[in-house]
């Protein structure tokens, strides 16, 4: 009996170690919404599909998304915009942008992407989530009226729609 007690807390008490999981960026996206939010929290703006997000404060591609239908494709190195299909039902994608990816712990941080763009500026985005389906990202924060304003998050949420 005294071996059946202490076979059931035994196996009873086991601690369940899930293996780290490893960031898998790469796919085509659609992003399906995005949220701003100010520093102080007392403004947020949701922006769903079918309808367009303007950020005057920002450069080409990120100034101008069409919730639902703008796409992005990720490989190990670029992040692609713009998307062209030829006659033959290739896809190109007209803006590549390179990117690398910081602080990276496995165990408990998704880390950041640098993104740098055309006129040699950097955005940085916050790996919130990467899942099977999808990937949300937060940009580090934009100040339109210089320091002394508001910070503004940008949340970009996108859906994993191929390889």
């Given at each position: 009996?005294?071996?059946l007690?202490?076979?059931?807390?035994f196996?009873?008490?086991c601690?369940?170690?899930d293996?780290p999981?490893l960031?898998?960026?790469?796919?085509k996206?659609?992003?399906?919404?995005?949220?701003v939010l100010?520093?102080?929290?007392?403004?947020?703006?949701k922006?769903?599909?079918?309808?367009?997000?303007?950020?005057?404060?920002d450069?080409?591609?990120l100034?101008?998304?069409s919730?639902?239908?703008?796409?992005?494709?990720?490989?190990?190195?670029?992040?692609?915009?713009?998307?062209?299909?030829?006659?033959?039902?290739?896809t190109?994608?007209?803006?590549?942008?390179?990117?690398?990816?910081?602080?990276?712990?496995?165990?408990?941080?998704?880390?950041?992407?640098?993104?740098?763009l055309?006129?040699?500026?950097v955005?940085?985005?916050?790996?919130l989530?990467?899942?099977?389906?999808?990937?949300?990202?937060?940009?580090?924060g934009?100040?339109?009226?210089?320091?002394?304003?508001?910070?503004?998050?940008?949340?970009?949420?996108?859906?994993?729609?191929?390889?």
């Amino acid at each position: 009996m005294k071996y059946l007690i202490f076979l059931f807390v035994f196996l009873t008490s086991c601690q369940k170690i899930d293996d780290p999981k490893l960031l898998d960026i790469t796919g085509k996206y659609v992003i399906d919404k995005i949220t701003v939010l100010n520093d102080s929290g007392t403004k947020e703006i949701k922006v769903f599909p079918g309808e367009v997000y303007k950020n005057t404060y920002d450069s080409f591609p990120l100034d101008s998304i069409s919730v639902g239908f703008t796409k992005w494709y990720i490989n190990n190195y670029q992040i692609m915009f713009n998307p062209a299909t030829l006659p033959t039902g290739r896809t190109i994608w007209n803006d590549k942008y390179y990117y690398s990816i910081t602080n990276q712990y496995i165990t408990y941080d998704y880390g950041y992407i640098h993104l740098t763009l055309d006129d040699g500026s950097v955005r940085i985005f916050k790996i919130l989530d990467d899942s099977m389906e999808s990937l949300t990202l937060r940009t580090t924060g934009l100040w339109p009226q210089g320091q002394f304003g508001n910070q503004i998050t940008i949340t970009i949420s996108l859906t994993r729609i191929g390889p």
